[in-house]
């Protein structure tokens, strides 16, 4: 049975992995492909809201980065995820549902169990360094105060437009598709720390929320949150199909 991040609603909508920068192109060598070196670029903490547009449908969509911490939040779903990681590796993962009220665990054997294998600089980048290499870089601008780089090209054949921002190692500006089809993202707020009132996944809130253990997900088939998770996800939890 293979497992999607479907979760993931940013990265399932936009259907790409994610994004590395570029910091060695010279200006006048435009579409050359990016190399990647997110392995080399430290990934500063910062919090940022960003809109997103799918289908005729909008919402903000928060991201918190911190070293060993990656939240994020859909305001379209009321839907979040919270992504630890230890001095190990061991990464957990946290689904927040606010409607609710309730949050969904997953430990790193579970996450392995499932066949979901993260990577750390994927979640924290939005998008992954094997995309970036295959768009040619066309431009530059100033984004907040940011140099971005305009970068081009084709990813799992779809065509992908991006604003890339080096320093951060963060989208601006996000398009893949066309028409009526096509996916927006677009970055609108920019803090070192994240507003108080970015809170979804403090101790303080999940502590007031039901707390299931992605284990007993297949036990509890026939629970109306259970369905509603099976039915998101694509797939049962527990059950080989």
């Known amino acids: 049975m293979k497992t999607q991040f479907v979760s993931l609603f940013l990265l399932s909508t936009l259907s790409i992995a994610a994004v590395a920068a570029d910091h060695n192109h010279p200006d006048n060598e435009p579409q050359k492909p990016v190399s990647s070196v997110a392995e080399k670029v430290s990934m500063p903490s910062l919090a940022a809201r960003f809109e997103l547009h799918t289908v005729g449908r909008g919402a903000d969509w928060f991201m918190i980065r911190e070293p060993q911490r990656i939240v994020t939040f ?3 779903s009321r839907q979040g995820e919270v992504w ?3 001095e190990q590796g061991r990464i ?10 309730k949050i969904l665990d997953y430990t790193d054997g579970q996450l392995k169990t499932l066949h979901m294998t993260p990577n750390w600089a994927q979640l924290a980048s939005i998008l992954s360094p094997e995309s970036i290499a295959k768009l040619h870089k066309t431009g530059e601008r100033k984004v907040m105060g940011q140099r971005a ?3 081009e090209g084709n990813v799992d054949g779809v065509r992908t437009r991006l604003w890339w921002l080096p320093a951060l190692q963060l989208p601006a ?4 598709g066309r028409g009526k089809t096509a996916t927006q ?3 609108r707020e920019l803090y070192k720390t994240p507003p108080a009132a970015w809170n979804w996944a403090e101790e303080s809130v999940l502590g007031a929320y039901d707390k299931l253990d992605a284990t007993d997900l297949g036990d509890m088939e026939y629970d109306p949150f259970v369905q509603k998770v099976m039915r998101q996800d694509g797939h049962h939890h527990g059950h080989d199909s």
């Open 92 to 101: 957990e993962y946290t689904r927040v549902f606010a409607e609710d009220r």
């Open 84 to 86: 630890a990681r230890d």
């Open 74 to 76: 859909n305001t379209g």
């Open 149 to 151: 780089l305009i970068l």
């Open 173 to 176: 500006r996000l398009e893949r």
């Open 185 to 187: 993202l677009v970055l």
